[in-house]
Structure formats: structure tokens, C-alpha cells
């Protein structure tokens, strides 16, 4: 934990759920001039000039609706969080009742170069935070040379103010500057109940309250700062250039168990591959073995085949001139007449057709039946326009079996 002193940074360490313990106090004015930290994780603590602090009520008890609470209600005080410098607003749940609750926000200044660890910390919170404080009340202390307070409800952090004040005792400017805070905070809404007064003095409990004695309805207690511990509550603050990191490692990581799940589903897709081909292998090679030994059917069958086509023109009804004539003549227009056929030229594959008219429609009745003749499908026909005589209209309509067809 590296935590601020009263005149530098201190180092805290220890195993979790032990008490910390203090290993080092650096004199630097700047976390980011630290040296050998301790190995383990790093939880940085900030200062409390290094937020702002706004207690106050809301008239609902959702707790999902609580982080915009917050946010609205510090956009109203005039406080704004940089949206692009990382998560800057945390909240703490100070009181809760079934229709109401007491927020403490905590809207974090945007670090500067050098303020931060210079390893990266993987835990932040807010000094206030890390001091057990018993009851209600106000705890006073120094840190990096200057007078901070606190205001605690129930043990918990309601509020918490930095000072300009380097005074080697507290004096009536302190007193004074709690004093406000107090009335400030009333005039918002939020009671501050004094049970006890703390001053955690640099020279422990040799120290002296000084002009605080007398302010306060009760006694003012001196003593030595207690040993930070890690806060029950989780806190969110986390600063822009460790955000960038985390979700840069995560990245990082995701890519990696991208690239390892694609090799693993490539290898595993290589041996499927592979027992595949050979599979198909064993087939093909079972396939070609019955090809082979049922060669001579195919053979067999072949010259059937072929012998068949040939004597096609004999056996089979669709390619006789006579029923193919007919299934002409069935395509002819009533009444019968109006068509008259001069000549009929019919083989296996090819037919050619001549007549005359004394009118053109009955001709295009005739060409439009013969193509949709479901009877004559085999062939495909072209006709060329008909032809107007002294005598009437004479046409020509020829008919051939498609090149791909048997």
C-alpha cells in the first residue's frame, strides 16, 4: 500500500487478511519517485486534495440507479468528472432506508506525470477510506505537510476536506475550516453528528489539540494515526493511463486465447482433415475395385445402349413420321379447313412443314399450338413469317431435336 505520510509517501506491506505493516517512509513529494517497491501487488492511495467530496440524499432507494444519481448530482455542484481521464467518480453508500439513501461521491482529479507508482497499481482508494474510525465524528491528521479532516458516520467516510494549513499544531483557522464544512453540509441537507474527535498527531499521543480543545461539545482525543487498513468496500477509481493499460493487457490476452482456440481448432481440424482423406482414400479405392468388376456389365450395357438408339426409329412411337403427322394435325386450329397442308417432310430428328391460309391468324394458331404441344416437346420450332399470295397465305414451320438430347 503506498500511502501518504505526514511528510512523504510510505510504504505498507503485508499478506492478505494479516495487518499491514509499515516497511519504508520516502521523503518524495511524488509517488511516481519511489524506489524498490516491495514485490506483490500495488495498492496506491490517494490523497484527500486529490478529490473532491460531495455527500448527499437521494429519494430512491434502486441501487442501480444510484451511479447516475451521482453523477447528476456533482454535475450540479459544478464538479464534472473527464469522461476520457479513466473512471474519476466513485460512490459509497453512507445510509439506506427502504424509500431513501445518503451517497458520498468521490470525484477524483485526473493524476498528473509522476503522481502514480511508478509500477503500475492494481488497486486504488482514497486515504479517508483506510483509517478505522469507531462511531460518528471527526478525525484530523497531516498529510505531506498539510492539515486534512474527515467526517465519519457509522465508521464510514461522509466527508472528507483538504487545508492549506502547515501548522505544527491545529489552530483556529483548522477549527475554523471544520467549522464551515460542518454548516455547509447542513445547509445541504447532510447532519454531521460529533460523537468523538479525533487528532491523529504526528507525535502521537504526546501530541497536542491546541485551539481545538474548547470548539467541540466533547473531549478531544489525541493519539498516534492508526495503521491503514484494506477497505470491506470495493473502490472504482481507476486513473486514464492505468485504465489504457488494463484493457490493453486484456487485449493482449484475448488475442493470445484467440490465437491459441484458432490453433488448437486448426490442429484439430488438421487431424480431422487428415483421418478424412484417409477415409476417402479407402473409399475411392473400394469404389474403383467394384468399377472395375462391374466393368463388363457397363460394357454390356453400353452396346445395348447403342443398338437400342439405333432401332429407335422402329420401337419407339415418338420418333414414327406417321404418329408424329398426327400429333401435327391434332395441333391444327378448328374448324378444319381453315388449314391446309401441301407438304410434310418428317425424319427421326428433323421435321419440315409447308401450307396455306386464306387469313394470317389461324397460321399463328397453328405455331403457337405445335410449341406447346406437350406431344411434340422433343423438338424445338422456328417459323418464319408467313407469306401473302394472290391465292392466300402460305407458311413454313420446321422443327429439329436439340443437339444434347439422344
Known sequence: MVLPGVTGWEI??????????????????????????????????????????????????????????????????????????????DFFVTEKTEESAAITAVVLRAPEEGQLPPRSPKFFDYSPRVYPFVGNGVALWKELGHWVFAFYRSGQMLYAQSTANDEALPDANLARDIWLAMKQLGFQGISVVIDSVMVWHPDGEQGDASALAGVFE??????????????????????????????????????ITALGSIAAVLVLFLL??????????????????????????????????????????????????????????????MPKGVIRLREANIGNNEIRIKGEANQSPPI???????????????????????????????????????????
Open 12 to 89: 505498507w506491506a503485508g499478506l492478505p487478511g494479516a495487518p499491514l505493516e509499515l516497511r519504508t517512509t520516502s521523503e518524495q513529494a511524488n509517488a511516481g519517485g519511489i524506489v524498490d517497491l516491495p514485490a506483490g501487488d500495488v495498492m496506491h492511495v490517494f490523497r484527500v486534495r486529490d478529490a473532491t467530496v460531495m455527500p448527499f440524499k437521494t429519494n430512491t432507494a434502486d441501487e442501480s440507479l444510484f451511479e447516475d444519481v451521482a453523477q447528476m448530482h456533482c454535475e450540479r455542484m459544478g464538479v464534472k468528472a473527464d469522461p476520457f481521464a479513466g473512471q474519476l467518480l
Open 218 to 255: 466533547v473531549p478531544v482525543q489525541v493519539a498516534a494515526r492508526p495503521d491503514p487498513v484494506v477497505p470491506s468496500t470495493e473502490c472504482r477509481l481507476l486513473p486514464a493511463d492505468v485504465f489504457a493499460e488494463r484493457r490493453a493487457a486484456q487485449k493482449r490476452k484475448q488475442v
Open 364 to 406: 399463328g394458331q397453328f405455331s403457337y399450338a405445335i410449341n406447346k404441344s406437350a406431344e411434340l416437346s422433343r423438338f424445338k420450332f422456328t417459323a418464319p413469317p408467313p407469306s401473302n399470295t394472290a391465292k392466300g397465305w402460305t407458311f413454313e414451320i420446321q422443327g429439329a431435336v436439340p443437339q444434347d438430347q439422344p
Open 272 to 333: 480431422w482433415a487428415g483421418w478424412g482423406v484417409l477415409a476417402e482414400m479407402r473409399e475411392t479405392n473400394q469404389l474403383k475395385a467394384q468399377a472395375l468388376a462391374m466393368q463388363p456389365e457397363r460394357d454390356a450395357y453400353s452396346r445395348h445402349k447403342s443398338k437400342w438408339r439405333e432401332l429407335a426409329p422402329l420401337v419407339e412411337e415418338d420418333q414414327w413420321p406417321v404418329e408424329t403427322l398426327y400429333r401435327i394435325t391434332k395441333c391444327m386450329p
